[in-house]
Structures are given as C-alpha cells and as structure tokens.
Nanobody
Framework: QVQLVESGGGLVQAGDSLRLSCAAS????????LGWFRQAPGKEREFVAAIAWIGGNTHYADSVKGRFTISRDNVKNTVDLQMNSLKPEDTAVYYC??????????????????WGLGTQVTVSS
C-alpha cells in the first residue's frame, strides 16, 4: 500500500523560510505528477505547486510564484517544497498528493488519487 508522508511544517515568522518534504512508501513516484495543496481555516483546499516526476516540468499558483520552489529527489524518492518569504496568508495545512493529471489539470485536486495527511504551516506577522 502506497503512503505519502509530509514533514517539515512548523511555526515561523513572516519573511522566514520553511522546507516541506513528501516521502512515498510502498512504491516509487515514477510516472506520477506530485502536487502540493494547502487548506487554510475556513477555506477550500487550493493548488500550490506540482512537478512531473519524469521530465521535471513544474507548475505554480500565482500566489506563490517566485517564492516557492518544488523539486524532486530521485535517490530519496521525495518531493520537496521550499518556501521563502513566507506571509501570514501562507498559513495552512499543506498536503502532498500524487496522480496522473495532464496540462492544466495539474491544478485540480480531483486529478490526484493519493494524499498525505498534511503538515501544519503557521506564519506569524
């Protein structure tokens, strides 16, 4: 059984950085698209970033473009999200997901069929 496990969340101040990591157990990420989504209190879950395991094409939400970087590690079988210049509005539970979306569909959570349990990121002002 494949499981996704997120790590790296925490409490930071505005302007700080955090690095989230998503590890898969049970299989490799080959052929998948790996995405990061987030859900703030009282809001719907939203797309943050995605990367194709093969080829490495990346996609970002406009709200994080230029501040967040998604990357993959073929050896460790992990997908990381480097978050810089954090803002209070980045506060949310961050989820890792795996699926096979193509094109613009990488931004749709319904295209992902494997999800982690999430990790809390809190940014204080």
């Amino acid at each position: 059984q494949v499981q996704l496990v997120e790590s790296g969340g925490g409490l930071v101040q505005a302007g700080d950085s955090l690095r989230l990591s998503c590890a898969a157990s049970g299989r490799t990420f080959a052929s998948y698209v790996l995405g990061w989504f987030r859900q703030a209190p009282g809001k719907e879950r939203e797309f943050v970033a995605a990367i194709a395991w093969i080829g490495g094409n990346t996609h970002y939400a406009d709200s994080v473009k230029g501040r967040f970087t998604i990357s993959r590690d073929n050896v460790k079988n992990t997908v990381d999200l480097q978050m810089n210049s954090l803002k209070p509005e980045d506060t949310a539970v961050y989820y890792c997901a795996a699926g096979s979306p193509t094109g613009w569909r990488v931004r749709r959570e319904s295209e992902y069929d494997l999800w982690g349990l999430g990790t809390q990121v809190t940014v204080s002002s």
